[in-house]
Every structure is written in C-alpha cells, then in structure tokens.
C-alpha cells in the first residue's frame, strides 16, 4: 500500500472513532436533556416541533445548517415487530440565525 492510500485510511479511521466518541459522548447527555422536558425514555413519539427547536439551537451554536430526516419504514415479511428502511425523507430544515456572516464576493 502505497503512503497517500494509508494516509487515506489512516484519516478515515480516525474520523470514524471520532464520531463514534462524539455520538456516545452525546447520546446520554441528550437522553438526559429529554428527561429534563419530561419525556420519558419509551416509545413515545417526539413532537416535530421539539425536534426542530433543538435543531435550531445547534444550526445557531455551529453554523451550519442542519437538515431533519424521517426514515420510511415497511413491515419485513414474517417478522411482525421488524421493520426495513425503504427511503428518507427530509421532514425539516434550520439555518442558523446568529452569527451569520455572508459570504464576500
């Protein structure tokens, strides 16, 4: 293997155990943080509009504009409680509000 090819997965290993820290790292406090709202942990479905709040607040705090996605889901055949993906929709969108800059021509 030749060095810009290790180099290559080199990065990608690293940014895949980065996020896979960020993601656990965050997991719990946003469980935490739905406690906090008094959503229990079950099966309960989030309100869209709680969804899009928090999103915003992180379009706000990063600067990026951050899309919300909904999964399609189908029953897989013989398996009553087992569902398959089957396509994703984009269901909301925020752009950040502070600290906006626009870009110099």
Same mark, same amino acid.
């Given at each position: 293997?030749?060095?810009?090819? #290790?180099?290559?997965? #080199?990065?990608? $290993?690293?940014?895949?155990? $980065?996020?896979?820290? @960020?993601?656990?790292? &965050?997991?719990?406090?946003?469980l !935490? *943080? ?6 229990? =942990? $079950? =099966?309960?479905? @989030? ?16 600067? &990026? %504009? ?7 889901? !189908?029953?897989? =055949?013989?398996?009553?409680? /087992? &569902? %398959?993906?089957v396509?994703? %929709? !984009?269901?909301? /969108?925020? #752009?950040? $509000?502070? *600290?906006?800059?626009?870009? !110099? #021509?």
């Amino acid at each position: 293997m030749d060095a810009p090819n #290790e180099l290559m997965q #080199e990065l990608s $290993t690293l940014v895949e155990e $980065t996020g896979d820290k @960020i993601a656990e790292d &965050y997991q719990f406090a946003f469980l !935490e *943080f739905l406690a906090q709202l008094n959503f229990p =942990d $079950t =099966d309960n479905p @989030i309100p869209l509009k709680l969804w899009v709040a928090i999103a915003q607040a992180f379009a706000d705090a990063s600067g &990026y %504009r951050i899309g919300l996605q909904a999964v399609v889901v !189908e029953p897989i =055949d013989g398996e009553p409680t /087992s &569902y %398959r993906a089957v396509a994703h %929709r !984009e269901v909301a /969108s925020v #752009e950040p $509000t502070l *600290f906006v800059q626009p870009a !110099e #021509e």
